[in-house]
């Protein structure tokens, strides 16, 4: 069996700050290899950096997959508040999961069906022309 060394670097074995080496360049004599402890800082630093930067990025992922599902259930125009629907990944990606999504969620909840009217009702202005558009026409 083979004793552990300690972490503690000793002069002999350290590294100067900044130059890295490889393992061809590296004697290979069975030793550990042993960097300072400024360095295995450094090292530490960068790494919690990069967690950290990685956690932001994956947040920020979720953040914009969350308000692409709103936008998506909006513009089906079916409810009246888009944050009712809960959020699933397959709505993203799968129309027919979104639409049967909002179909059981108005199932079990109907008022929150937007009830706006859609389409052609009658009302406002038509895009069909009723008899002759002149002037004398609007007095009739």
Sequence with gaps: ????????A????ELPVGEVTTPDETADDGSDDVISLEAA???RSENKSLRDRAKDAEARAEGYAQRLHAELVNATGRLVNPDELPFTEDHLTDPDALEAGIDALLLGKPYLANKSPRGDIGMGRSTEATGPQDFSALFR
Excluded: A, V, Y
């Design 1 to 8: 069996m083979t004793e552990e060394t300690p972490l503690e």
């Design 10 to 13: 000793t002069e002999s074995d």
């Design 41 to 43: 800082r450094k090292l």
